[in-house]
Nanobody, 123 residues
Framework: QVQLVESGGGSVQSGGSLRLSCAAS????????MGWFRQAPGKDREGVAV???????SYANSVKDRFTISQDNAKNTLYLLMNNLQPADTAMYFC?????????????????WGQGTQVTVST
């Protein structure tokens, strides 16, 4: 079992920045990949960014060059630095852990999820 707790969400104006954090506990040594996902009201959950244990990353096209995913293995913490936020980025953001397979934005591969942190971007 892996427990995940997100923090760092909030309300910002367009063009602003936020850094999300996700603290992991439990059997974190079993993870192969961690990721950030988001879900806006009335929309499906979508992948934002993932990072494998070797540090390799992958991003959704909509956030490339604006968002940066990173991890601190010593602290078992995942981060998402979000710059130049836009109203379209408004959503609940979730972190998740994948234990098997290749690291990708495929939601179904992620077994453990946090409760989410809300990000709201206004014009």
């Amino acid at each position: 079992q892996v427990q995940l707790v997100e923090s760092g969400g909030g309300s910002v104006q367009s063009g602003g920045s936020l850094r999300l954090s996700c603290a992991a506990s439990g059997n974190t040594y079993t993870r192969r990949c961690m990721g950030w996902f988001r879900q806006a009201p009335g929309k499906d959950r979508e992948g934002v960014a993932v990072i494998a244990v070797d540090g390799s990353t992958s991003y959704a096209n909509s956030v490339k060059d604006r968002f940066t995913i990173s991890q601190d293995n010593a602290k078992n913490t995942l981060y998402l630095l979000m710059n130049n936020l836009q109203p379209a980025d408004t959503a609940m953001y979730f972190c998740a852990v994948q234990q098997y397979g290749a690291c990708s934005l495929h939601i179904a591969d992620f077994a453990y999820w946090g409760q989410g942190t809300q990000v709201t971007v206004s014009t």
